[in-house]
């Protein structure tokens, strides 16, 4: 499919421009920091001292010095026996113990509140050894990639190396490293590095790349890495976990974690480098350059995407990385193995890129769509009778959302495939039918 120049750009701010994550080599240095512990604190001890007051009965003497208590007497009752003494508690003993009472009730709501945490605990706790048995599973999968490259600036020969990372999935019965295109390019095969979680070296034989995808696939001669399990990107949901794991910075089989917030980002402008086809899932999972060709995983240990980008105005993590859903990666990637190059799905027509809800106008019932501006003779849009001024809101089942939803659709389409579509002309919706051609 041919679009008109001049697409919408995807700017984060200002002076912040979308790039992709790789990074020239580079030695982490970790910055020695020597930890004062702080004096023991003198705990001063003090003691509590009761005086007792003593409560006798009045005495009185006699002329002789004796004393002699005074006494009411009975005359026919015998005396009633002297009630026991009660002991009455000294002030300093009550604050005494009504301090102990309340410093067991403060150690009793404290180990209350312990087993409450721990109740709590055990269910976070568990979330934490799922990533461990994530990270356990798939670290043997993913590979961290070295890339000599030299190249031309300005007339200056320059040479310098990349960090990457790829994971091994199997395609066509065979394995195949999969990563990004931007990881690799430049860089011949004898001047590519593999190397596992477990410290050996490879070198592909055989290397297929795309450009309007930024998918790229290694074969190494008898590679026997676990291949890691691929899932299904288009059962993701914004919120759910994800892992990342790659060599950011050239720290090989780094894990990180996070969540999915986005789906289908297909707007953004990446520098120099052309990316057509985009579909990209966003992950606040830290990506850092040296993530590139990483998987992104979910928490079954599936590879959901392939990290490729960052939006970062320092070069560094911000929490705003993208990747390739696997589904789109892994279409590439088997095109790539079977047929050497990509095939690219072709629908004929030019679209308006500035066509929008604000346009939709009498169709304002409608959600989306993408505005035909030219239908190119003799192509599947032709014989499927699209005409300059439909609108396109439907294609193989999916509500078009922009033009760039429908590119991207048309390009993941197998080629020879018959596609429904919904077609709006006139203020009614028609229905129709196209046979995808291949772009070359």
Partial sequence: MLRQSGVRSFALSA???????????????????????????????????????????????NASGETYQLMRPSLERPSLPTPPEISTPSLGSALGSSAGDASAMIDQQREALFEELAEEFNAFDRLGRLVRKVSHLVKPSVIHIEAHKTETNNGKYE??????????????????ILTNRHVIQGARPNEIMLRSSDGRQFRPAQIYTDEGTDVAVMQVTNMDLPAAHVGDSESVGIGDFTIAIGSPFGLSHSVTFGILSAKGRRDLSLGDK????????????????GNSGGPLLNLRGEVIGLNTAIASS?????????????????????ELVRYGRYRRGYLGVVLDPDFGPQDLGAAALLRGGALVKTVHRGSPAAKANLQRGDIIVQFNGTNVENDDHLVAQVGMTPIGSHIPMVIHRDGKNYRAEVELTDLN
């Fill in 15 to 61: 002076v912040a421009a979308l790039t992709f994550a790789t990074c020239n080599s580079a030695t982490a240095q970790t910055a020695s920091r020597q930890s004062h512990a702080p004096p023991a604190n003198q705990s001063g001890a003090y003691e509590r001292h009761s005086k007792g007051v003593s409560i006798d009965s009045p005495t009185q003497g």
């Fill in 159 to 176: 040479s310098y190396d990349e960090a990457g990372s790829g994971v091994v999935v199997a395609i066509s019965g065979g394995l195949w």
């Fill in 274 to 289: 052309k990316i057509d086809l985009q579909d990209f899932f966003q992950t606040d999972a830290a990506i850092n350059p």
């Fill in 314 to 334: 320092s070069g560094g993590s911000e929490g705003i990385g993208f990747a390739i859903p696997i589904n789109m990666a892994m279409r590439v990637a088997d």
